[in-house]
């Protein structure tokens, strides 16, 4: 059909809307070049995406049903070669991802336990779900907004969207760790929701799961481009309240500015001596070389070990703040350890912020910057063939509607290239994933919290967990919920063996409910395995304008995403700057020399849906 008819001719086509995709195609779309980008799925992010609940079971029937076919070509798809001109060739790609197996899903309590607060049940049922919040609620989140550092405070409207999360603002609330069959919160309003897996369904919008969710440092470079391109001005953040760390078989709160070292009951006054001699060393530690010569390529542990802290400072130091393994070398580990100390203060007690509704969301903010300056996207389809020219250079794809889509340049995610792209690493590394919902924190506090924590892997060296334990301040889950996700390096044959033991050490099912068990009960479980493309950046098998990509790794943030993209960019227009900050419309002056109206910029039709979404001047 003719509706359905992409441009045929493309500067750039784009196979993909992970991040390292989404921001290279919005800096390319910035300086003018004609961006096609394309996506297999009917959601944005692939393995970086983020779901409600219904769309996350959705996506978990999708997965087992490609796990279940070959994900080949069809021999009964048409003709390809009637696209072909004289001396062109093709390579067929994958008609689907194969980069998520194992998946296994676990209702834990199915809809039978009931949680209260003094008499008035937990949460909000259906028909409140769109009330607006009262006058007395605190409805306050945070959002980068300049790049001078400061942090404007913006009200999030409660709008819903079919398909979409709901973009309910979380409402402040105090948290207190009831009985093992009631839990305490002090709530402004709401009508009875069960913590169960009913009560989880009945409130499905309000929930924005992450395949693979990431923080972002406060000094990271993803925070940087956010400033200095404006996108920031698309998304909203709240800092993580806490890290967490695993000592002598105890939670504590690690301290991480000089105020909480001080602070802190949990450290002696020779261990906080110690601790902040070492912190204002780490902090400028390229200035100190003699401090650690020798050690360079050493285990960070060892080096630790040299300065004579005391063990608890030293895990702290490798666990909390570098969050580092035992096999991380020396200059490794200092780098880790100034990377969270120069972010520590720049927004909130923490080095790191959490993008509200989920990382998928970051994602969809550069796929917006590049709409805006003429990118066109389409989802739900894809490429079939690349074709290619005498040269052995692409000049065009057929796309899944049987379309030709001529393009001078190619970049495609991992999971849409042929192993002919990707010899060299043709057989990628895994990560474990598992995610739970959980009827209250694994540390309570008196206020709701959103924390991170990095263990080590039980009887590996090389190998740590990630885990993030989200309230709904983080605006991923209803009041009453937990949202928790784990992330490690695969090691055996599926997630759930990697990750049980952890889930145990933290969580509690409903079958092992005991007196005085004060862990938090699971709900709901997800265990899935993703592949760890990342080793594939930037190859493309000699082919010089084909850039094959990588999805998402195991580190805690964004940056290789925005590192792979700059010199993505560079190979490209090697002449232009990377994502510049968009000009304001009130200054654009056209061939008459007028300006255009400031209520004619035609911004502003970006933000009708999103009342949150806030154009700077």
């Keep these: 059909m003719e509706s359905d008819q992409l441009p045929s001719e493309n500067d750039v086509i784009v196979l993909g809307t992970g991040m390292t995709e989404s921001i290279v195609a919005a800096a390319l779309s910035r300086i003018g070049l004609r ?29 087992k049903e490609q796990t279940e076919s070959s994900g080949t070509q069809s021999k009964e798809e048409i003709d390809l070669s009637s696209h072909l001109l004289q001396d062109e060739s093709l390579i067929l790609l994958p008609i689907q991802s194969s980069t998520i197996c194992n998946v296994e899903e676990t209702i834990h309590i199915p809809g039978a336990v009931e949680s209260k607060c003094d008499g008035v049940n937990i949460g909000v049922d259906s028909d409140d779900s769109h009330r607006p919040l009262d006058d007395s609620s605190e409805a306050v989140v945070d959002t980068i907004s ?70 972002l440092y406060n000094r990271g470079s993803l925070v940087e481009l956010l400033i200095s391109s404006d996108v920031s001005k698309y998304c909203e953040f709240r800092c993580i309240t806490r890290v967490l760390t695993m000592l002598k078989d105890k939670l504590e709160v690690v301290p991480c500015s000089r105020a909480d070292v001080f602070a802190s009951h949990d450290v002696s006054v020779i261990e906080k001596r110690l601790l902040m001699k070492f912190l204002t060393f780490a902090i400028e530690y390229e200035k100190h070389p003699d401090q650690y010569k020798g050690f360079e390529e050493k285990p960070f542990v060892e080096f630790l070990k040299s300065k004579h802290l005391t063990e608890t400072i030293q895990h702290y130091v490798q666990h909390a703040i570098a969050m580092v393994t035992e096999t991380a070398n020396t200059l490794q580990g200092l780098e880790a350890t100034q990377k969270f100390l120069v972010s520590l203060g720049r927004y909130g007690n923490t080095a790191f912020l959490w993008p509200l509704y989920g990382s998928g969301e970051l994602l969809q903010c550069f796929c917006r910057m590049c709409a805006v300056f003429g990118g066109v996207y389409c989802l739900r389809r894809s490429a079939k063939a690349v074709i290619f020219n005498s040269n052995k250079e692409v000049c065009a794809v057929v796309d899944t509607g049987g379309q030709r889509l001529n393009t001078k340049w190619l970049i495609m995610d991992a999971s849409y290239a042929s192993k002919e792209f990707l010899p060299q690493v043709a057989n990628f590394g895994f990560l474990s994933r598992c ?154 002056i056209f061939d008459d020399g007028e300006t255009l109206p400031s209520h004619e910029s035609g911004f502003e039709t970006i933000h009708e849906d999103s009342t949150e979404a806030e154009v700077a001047n």
């Excluded at 603002?169 to 009831?178: A, H, I, L, N």
């Excluded at 090389?462 to 919920?481: I, W």
């Excluded at 899935?528 to 195991?554: E, H, R």
């Design 35 to 63: 961006v096609l980008h394309l996506d297999r799925n009917d959601n944005y992010g692939g393995d970086w995406g983020a779901f409600n609940f219904t769309a996350l079971q959705q996506w978990i029937t999708t997965v």
């Design 146 to 215: 300049s790049a001078d550092g400061n942090i404007q405070n913006k009200v999030v409207d409660e709008r819903g969207e079919p398909g979409m999360v709901e973009r309910q603002c979380p409402v402040k609330e105090d948290g207190k760790q009831g009985s093992e069959e009631t839990e305490t919160v002090t709530k402004t309003s709401g009508a009875g929701v069960t913590l169960d897996f009913a009560g989880v369904k009945k409130q499905w919008r309000k929930f924005s799961i992450d395949l693979m969710p990431k923080i």
């Design 435 to 588: 995610i739970l919902i959980t009827d209250r924190s694994i540390k309570p506090h008196k206020e709701q919290q959103m924390t991170v924590m990095s263990l080590p892997f039980p009887g590996r060296n090389d190998c740590r967990v990630t885990v993030y334990e989200l309230s709904s301040l983080s605006a991923t889950c209803p009041e009453g919920f937990h949202v928790v996700h784990l992330i490690c390096k695969s090691l055996s044959q599926n997630a759930k063996s990697d990750l049980q033991s952890i889930v145990q050490l933290l969580f509690r099912s409903n079958e092992e409910a005991e007196a005085g068990d004060q862990r938090p009960c699971i709900i709901w479980s997800l265990y899935f395995n993703t592949a760890d493309s990342s080793a594939a950046d930037l190859t493309c098998n000699d082919v010089k304008n084909l850039f094959v990509v990588g999805g998402p790794d195991n580190a805690l943030d964004c940056d290789r995403a925005v590192a792979v993209a700059k010199r993505l960019f560079t190979e490209i227009s090697p002449d232009e700057e990377f994502l510049p900050r968009a000009p304001n419309p009130e200054d654009i």
